[in-house]
């Protein structure tokens, strides 16, 4: 359930990204350029929703031997369709081991033993830092309560790297999140190693217009890849602080059609179908 | 030692208004039988415990069986809101709940502490995030021996905790299997428990990776087959996704949400 979210859903990212036209949503290059960044034999903690949807497509194409470790305690889980829940039969069912739930955290999690954490966002800030618990300023009166923590934190922290996936809006990439759940790289430079955060931290964030990285120097989020018939002046649109953007900055490879074809396959397995959230 | 009872007695031996009660079950094998019962009881001014209160607690809240929320995450898994949580913070209905949130990790190991006899448990966690500032029972602490800086995470100790297994014996003894989450720790942190099971058997088959209860560790057993849906019982029963789904449209509005209490909780047709 980490980094499940639920709101901001009507902002859905078709709109002027010209994906359409090319024959696959901006969702699914969204999805597909997620599960690229997953590389096989690694291991993986997943968030459900479209974290999970990215590392079982990776799983399905080109990294067949992804470990995917799930919060509920189900470590290599290889379920045939895509789970709804984080405790889904066919996790525990397909797993090689299951655990419980403190063990995963303690000894799975916490000792810095798993390469990549895979979170979804409410809010991200120019510094990853993640929001999944209150919009507004004042956390007794939220304008929004949203699910709140789940296992992210110690994900972000922990885990050797972290790749967020999220929906780009000027809403969701703000300047400072209003409640920070998950910390990305904190206030800037040398936050992580002050707070004792063992793991690097974001690597990427995939959004539906393209990726951001975070700069080595400054630790800010830099605009370094987008979509096919995506501008610049597009993605700093939907950007809440001032946007830079690399000098090398790359167009991504869109979906290939045994891409498509089995994400829309997985897809197809959920209930209510197309219902991911 | 553990009795083994009808499930009304043994939630209302065991539950009582005002009292700390954990329902526990990650995703699988959820008590949610025995949550309809404590809302049929009438339950007032509970403080709920549970890692991800989803649909159980979304419906014991908008009962009105809660005074506060102790919890790591509060969604639908899968689906979105749980809107009679939503409605109980952002709008006091149908009664204000209190909210005290952790991360995952947090409520682990506080109820490993609460099931150790300790006062609290140490983690790497919660550095530099906002939920230490606003949640009780969180704090710093300095590793003696090389002067790191850890967080302490105060012990969980319900009144009662409230779990749903696959089998027990003619003595109560318990097993379950699969996702087996954070049960055992919070039936060992709580003063009462009560496990409800699918079937009780004359001899428990031992079952790889198993938790197993014994007897003199639980304090009142209930049959209550299907007493986990819509969650499911591994090897009894399979998720029922398709409720999960079909909560958000029941739970987004209190007249619906009334009806389907009165109908599948308080009326005729309820277990």
């Avoid at chain 1, 797993?95 to 798993?114: C, H, K, M, T």
Wanted: charge should be negative; hydrophobic fraction near 45%; charged fraction near 20%.
């Amino acid at each position: 359930m980490t980094g499940n979210i639920v709101t901001g859903a009507a902002e859905a990212g078709d709109t002027g990204t010209g994906a359409a036209r090319a024959g696959y949503s901006a969702d699914e290059i969204m999805t597909v350029t997620a599960s690229r960044a997953l590389r096989d034999r690694t291991t993986c903690f997943v968030g459900i929703g479209r974290p999970s949807e990215a590392a079982n497509l990776a799983r399905a194409t080109h990294a067949p031997n992804l470990v995917l470790i799930y919060e509920s305690g189900t470590i290599g889980a290889k379920p045939g369709w895509l789970p709804l829940s984080i405790g889904d039969g066919i996790l525990a069912e397909t797993a090689d081991a299951v655990v419980s739930v403190p063990e995963i955290f303690n000894y799975w999690l916490q000792p810095g033993r798993i390469d990549v954490g895979f979170l979804g966002a409410a809010q991200i800030d120019r510094f990853a830092n993640i929001n999944t618990t209150v919009i507004g300023a004042d956390y007794a009166e939220p304008k929004v309560r949203l699910p709140g923590a789940g296992g992210a934190p110690e994900i972000a922290g922990s885990c050797r790297e972290v790749i967020v996936i999220v929906r780009q809006t000027r809403r969701t990439f703000v300047e400072r999140v209003d409640f920070v759940t998950s910390v990305g790289f904190g206030d800037g430079p040398g936050s992580r190693e002050y707070l004792g955060l063992t793991g690097a931290g974001p690597r990427k964030i995939i959004t539906d217009l393209g990726v951001l990285e975070p700069d080595p120097a400054t630790c800010e989020l830099v605009l370094t890849a987008v979509y096919p018939g995506v501008s610049v002046p597009q993605v700093r649109e939907r950007t809440g602080w001032d946007l830079q953007v690399s000098p090398g900055l790359a167009e991504i490879e869109p979906p290939s059609p045994s891409e498509l074809a089995v994400l829309r396959g997985l897809l197809a397995t959920m209930p209510a179908a197309g219902g991911a959230p | 030692m553990a009795e083994i009872v009808s499930l009304a007695e043994a939630m209302a031996e065991a539950v009582h208004d005002g009292d700390t009660v954990a329902m526990e079950g990650f995703t699988h094998l959820i008590p949610h039988a025995a949550g309809r019962e404590v809302i049929r009881q009438g339950r007032r001014e509970l403080t709920l415990v549970r890692m991800t209160p989803d649909v159980i607690y979304d419906q014991m809240v908008g009962a009105g069986c809660a005074r506060k929320l102790v919890f790591s995450w509060g969604g639908n898994p899968g689906v979105g809101s749980l809107h009679r949580f939503r409605d109980a913070v952002e709008h006091s209905w149908p009664v204000p709940l209190e909210l005290e949130e952790h991360s995952h990790a947090g409520m682990a190991n506080r109820y490993v502490a609460g099931a150790s006899g300790l006062p609290f448990a140490v983690l790497r966690g919660y550095s530099g995030t906002g939920l230490a500032s606003h949640a009780a029972n969180i704090a710093e602490i300095t590793c003696p021996f090389t002067g790191d800086t850890l967080t302490a995470v105060a012990a969980l100790r319900p009144d009662v905790t409230v779990i749903h297994a696959q089998q027990a014996d003619r003595a109560g003894n318990v097993q379950l299997w699969g996702i087996t989450g954070v049960q055992k720790e919070a039936v060992l942190a709580a003063a009462r428990s009560v496990v409800t099971v699918e079937e009780i058997v004359d001899v428990l088959d031992p079952r790889p990776g198993a938790v197993v209860l014994p007897a003199w560790a639980v304090g009142y057993v209930a049959l209550a087959p299907g007493g986990a849906h819509p969650s499911y019982a591994l090897d009894y029963s399979v998720r029922d996704n398709d409720f999960y789904v079909a909560w958000d449209a029941i739970s987004r509005d209190r007249e619906t949400f009334g009806r389907w209490l009165d109908d599948c909780v308080r009326g005729e047709g309820a277990r």
